[in-house]
């Protein structure tokens, strides 16, 4: 009965890291709770470095989802394009008008 039960414990244990659930993403801003949820949220807060924007969204469908973030005048200063079917994102400084990451996200 006791080997059994050991059996089982490491079965379970095995099954349990060989998971593909995704620990929680620790890095969502205060008032971001709404948007933390988008595949895409981690690497934009990633690359802006700077989580002291509001975030906009100016188009969901089912092929793309297009974010604006503004700083704390309002003032408009990237934008995020997330292609739904091959979840590559795109986003651009609309200051300096460049492109800052265009990839397919892992998942």
Not at 48 to 67: A, C, P
Request: hydrophobic share 40%; aromatic share 8%; glycine share 4%.
């Amino acid at each position: 009965m006791t080997k059994k039960m050991i059996m089982v414990f490491i079965v379970a244990l095995f099954l349990a890291a060989c998971s593909d659930t995704a620990p929680p993403n620790d890095t969502v801003i205060a008032g971001h709770e709404e948007w933390a949820s988008l595949p895409e949220y981690p690497t934009i807060i990633e690359e802006i470095e700077d989580g002291d924007y509001e975030f906009e969204t100016v188009s969901d469908n089912q092929e793309k989802r297009i974010l604006l973030l503004s700083d704390k005048k309002g003032v408009e200063q990237y934008k995020s394009i997330f292609v739904k079917n091959t979840d590559r994102l795109i986003l651009t400084d609309i200051d300096d008008g460049g492109e800052i990451f265009n990839a397919v996200l892992k998942q």
